[in-house]
């Protein structure tokens, strides 16, 4: 018989090693099966198979336990490679998550071990079978126009009766058969010669030893297309090609370029059906396409020969996963890369402080993009807010940004208003007795939505009527604060009515293919003004895009956190760079009330190193990364007594380690769960890992204790 150990499917740590079970045939290595665990039959993986001479009862003696026999066994062949298993080990590791949590991040939804099924769509197919057959004149027909493999569908379409007697005959069979994908070509584009910049960095990155390379291109300086020059070198070496791309940026003008270019191309994103990934999974797997472009969980297909991974907008915090695992893909394309023997690049206008500074150091390579293609920068303005109010002005929409944005449609172009905050109105308060209406079940105020007459609740998507009264007093007085997208939204209307407005933010494309119509529109110049969240602020590249409005630019900098100066810097430049991509030169108007701040100033110089000499020097000095890096630990429970437990017993031993500590903080309640975090800050990683790993051991070995979620260098601090 055979000694068979499996990974159980169960999210939590404490079962995070295998348990050993016995079957009676050879089980290939990485298959899924069923076995008993726990009183249920639950899924799991097998990491390993051997054969030995001892029965089960022998085993089970020497174990001390009773071994039980495999269930049953679900796969054929193994659903996963030796590569990518030991990367899911690797990954547990370093994100200190269970293996199997890992292990079905990477797997599509139809080969990921679950408790319930999810079987992969079939359709029916027709073959012939080989053999004498007699045909009337009819039949004989029929029979000839049968393709194997042809849809039975189609089949039936030349005549349902007669197909029937065929299979009746045993002329013809029906089977079943995965669905697959089906490319639609696109008309083709040539390559655009590069220019003398971008060929610099192409041939850099084609000739380095260096795994890694960074490149620094301000936007508007044609990064896109050094990609597709370097995807296609790539690929003529015979080698697998990765572009990863943030969520948002997977917008239909950039399908399109990339399908121009190579026609078959695998895309890769969160808005394909489970079906639809499964499909896509499986050509990567017979290489049946080698160029992707996706985003974050793209990095876990099943490649052969990678030979280059493109990180675009590397800086970018979609690309870190925040729930369990806490991956961020960059850890994951290094790895992969050192298998592969292939290359990174990491792309960026405003590259992380951690990667910039190795490119500096000389671990990565530095390739650089100074000049925008069509050699013009935007004209950036700011406008004092403070002064606006003094003056009796609108400060949702400065005279300034009127005055443009009339402009900007008197010479039918379009323009872009970025306003980070969704809804009408985030804040309704009382003035009577001050009180500010929260969410029942997070520390959260709820956000006024005009067109529905709801409250909302950002965070956990709660929806409220709108009250008569204050809950707290009773007082009829109930005013809105501040504004959301929304309400520009209606401000912009009622100045210039004849302009076509679209918003976009996470309510008006919640709806599959939102996204897609309304950027179309714009494309296709549609619509005057776009008015959205920092979803419009990537990678669009519209030339009819000649203004720019950022209101409340300086409203991410009110955050409490050691990254919000770089997320706002990020947002303000890459949201910059949508003006003026072409003929005409742009302009950016950016609304604020603290003008003085670093960040406006670096912005409206678009000056990457003076924001990051100023802000390193900070992180310097607060010793907060890339000069440290960061454990975060959060629990949550509803109980609140064992949360203080839980608390209590991780903060003595992590108080214990020689590294700074921070006293555990109470974090706001979310979704009715009351959270705490321990956060941990050392120079060291590899020395956290193994302190924090050893201390969560000894937690899961307690019974009855809180939640607990470990991030590994979160890019926001909860
Ligand atoms: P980035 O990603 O750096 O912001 P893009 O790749 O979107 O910039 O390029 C900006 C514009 O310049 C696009 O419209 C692109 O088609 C065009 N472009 C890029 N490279 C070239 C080139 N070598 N010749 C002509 N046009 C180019
Ligand atoms: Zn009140
Ligand atoms: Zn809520």
Redesign the pocket.
């Known amino acids: 018989m055979y000694l068979t150990e499996v990974y159980v499917t169960n999210a939590s740590l404490n079962v995070n090693r295998p348990f050993t079970y016995y079957s009676r045939q050879e089980i290939e290595k990485f298959c899924r099966v069923k076995v008993m665990f726990h009183k249920a039959l639950n899924q799991a993986i097998v990491s390993d198979c051997v054969y030995t001479e001892k029965t089960p009862e022998e085993i089970g003696k020497e174990l001390g336990y009773k071994v039980e026999e495999i269930a049953e066994v679900i796969d054929e062949s193994p659903v996963i490679s030796q590569e990518l298993f030991d990367l899911a080990f690797w990954l547990s590791r370093t994100t200190i998550s269970p293996l199997i949590s890992c292990l079905n991040a990477m797997l599509p939804k139809a080969l990921k071990t679950s408790i319930g099924h999810n079987d992969p769509k079939t359709v029916r197919k027709i073959r012939k079978i080989n053999g004498e057959h007699t045909f009337t004149v009819k039949q004989k027909e029929v029979y000839d126009q049968i393709i194997d493999g042809m849809n039975a569908a189609d089949a039936r379409k030349i005549s349902v009766s007669i197909i029937r007697k065929l299979i009746d005959m045993g002329a013809i069979e029906e089977y079943r058969e995965e669905s697959v994908f089906e490319n639609q070509l696109i008309e083709s584009a040539a390559f ?4 003398d910049e ?1 060929q610099e960095a192409y041939d850099r990155l084609i000739s380095t030893d260096k795994t890694v390379s960074m490149l620094y ?9 050094v990609y597709l020059h370097l995807a296609r070198h790539y690929l003529s070496l015979d080698k697998d090609v990765l572009i990863l791309v943030p969520e948002i940026s997977l917008t239909p003008q950039m399908i399109e370029r990339v399908k121009q270019r190579f026609s078959d191309v695998v895309f890769y994103h969160s808005e394909l059906s489970d079906q639809e990934r499964y499909e896509q999974y499986k050509r990567v797997k017979n290489r049946e396409v080698r160029i992707v472009v996706g985003t974050r969980s793209s990095i876990f297909l099943p490649f052969h020969d990678l030979g280059l991974i493109i990180i675009d907008e590397e800086h970018d915090s979609s690309y870190k996963q925040d729930n369990v695992p806490c991956y961020h893909v960059k850890n994951v394309a290094f790895k992969r890369a050192m298998y592969h023997k292939g290359k990174v690049l990491l792309a960026s ?1 405003t590259p992380s402080l951690e990667s910039y500074t190795r490119a500096l150091k000389g671990d990565y390579q530095l390739l650089e ?1 100074k000049n925008r ?2 050699l013009s920068f935007p004209k950036i303005e700011v406008v004092d807010l403070d002064d606006e109010i003094r003056k009796h002005h609108s400060y949702i929409i400065s005279k300034k940004l009127e005055e443009e944005l009339s402009l900007c449609l008197h010479n039918h172009k379009q323009a872009i208003i970025l306003l980070n905050r969704r809804g009408y109105s985030p804040i309704i308060k009382c003035m009577d007795c001050g009180g500010v209406l929260m969410c029942q079940d997070c520390d959260t105020p709820l956000n006024y939505h005009k067109n529905q007459n709801v409250l909302k609740c950002h965070q956990c998507g709660r929806v409220y009527n709108l009250p008569e009264r204050c809950p707290n007093c009773g007082s009829k007085n109930l005013l809105f604060y501040g504004f959301g997208t929304m309400k520009v939204e209606e401000e912009l209307h009622k100045l210039f009515p004849q302009a076509r407005i679209q918003r976009m933010d996470r309510d008006s494309v919640s709806r599959k293919g939102a996204h897609e119509k309304i950027l179309k529109g714009f494309e296709k110049h549609e619509t005057d003004i776009l008015i959205g969240t920092q979803m419009i602020a990537k ?1 669009l ?1 519209y ?1 009819d895009v000649t203004l720019v409005g950022i209101l409340n630019a300086d409203a991410g900098l009110m955050r409490q956190d050691y990254n919000s100066a770089k997320v706002t810097f990020d947002l303000l430049m890459q949201a910059s ?1 949508r003006s003026g ?2 003929k005409s030169t742009g302009k950016v108007i950016i609304q604020a009330f603290n003008t003085e701040h670093y960040v406006i100033k670096a912005v409206l110089n678009q000056d990457y190193r003076y924001f990051y000499n100023i802000e390193m020097n900070y992180r310097n000095k607060t010793s907060y990364p890339p000069y440290a890096h960061i454990v975060e630990v959060i629990l949550s429970d509803h109980m609140p007594e064992r949360m203080q437990r839980s608390v209590k017993f991780l903060y003595e031993r992590f108080e214990k380690l020689d590294m700074r500590v921070y006293k555990p903080y109470e974090l706001g309640k979310l979704k009715k769960l009351y959270r705490y975090r321990i956060l941990i800050m050392d120079k060291d990683l590899l020395e956290m890992l193994k302190k924090t790993q050893e201390i969560i051991d000894d937690y899961i070995r307690e019974s009855n204790m809180s939640h607990v979620k470990i991030d590994v260098d979160p890019l926001y601090l909860e």
Do not use: F, H, M, Y
């Open positions: 655009k010669k590069l220019t971008q291109g301000v936007t508007g300086s044609g990064k896109t297309e206008a993009l293609i069509n990678g590249d030339p760079g991509r072409a």
